[in-house]
């Protein structure tokens, strides 16, 4: 079993800049997918950006290309979120996420995935 563990969230005026960490311990896979997901009071769960754990392939959200970056580094088991120029809109709880894969296809639906972290909150302040 995979566990995720978010850290990095905090306050931030509109405008700034946030790098979100999330530490995986557990089995991890060469094609499994990693992402990130957000989720403000009472919206649903979104895709914001993903990777394929060991190809380092990347995959985003279109309203994200530009402004977030997702990296990761193997020897740490660890994948990183560094969000630049934030708006108040991108106030959310922000998710790690796992989805087991063999494959190369990526999958962008948070119901795929199997692990979850405890979430950490990013704020934006107009």
């Known amino acids: 079993q995979v566990q995720l563990v978010e850290s990095g969230g905090g306050l931030v005026q509109a405008g700034g800049s946030l790098r979100l960490s999330c530490a995986a311990s557990?089995?991890?896979?060469?094609?499994?997918?990693m992402a990130w997901f957000r989720q403000a009071p009472g919206k649903e769960r979104e895709f914001v950006v993903g990777?394929?754990?060991?190809?380092?392939?990347?995959y985003y959200a279109d309203s994200r290309k530009g402004r977030f970056t997702i990296s990761r580094d193997t020897a740490k088991n660890t994948i990183y979120l560094q969000m630049n120029s934030l708006k108040p809109e991108d106030t959310a709880v922000y998710y790690c996420?796992?989805?087991?894969?063999?494959?190369?296809?990526?999958?962008?639906?948070?119901?795929?995935?199997?692990?979850w972290g405890q979430g950490t909150q990013v704020t934006v302040s107009s």
């Open positions: 996420a796992r989805r087991p894969s063999a494959r190369s296809t990526f999958y962008y639906g948070p119901g795929q995935y199997d692990s």
């Open positions: 557990g089995r991890t896979f060469g094609a499994d997918d």
């Open positions: 990777i394929k754990w060991s190809a380092g392939s990347t």
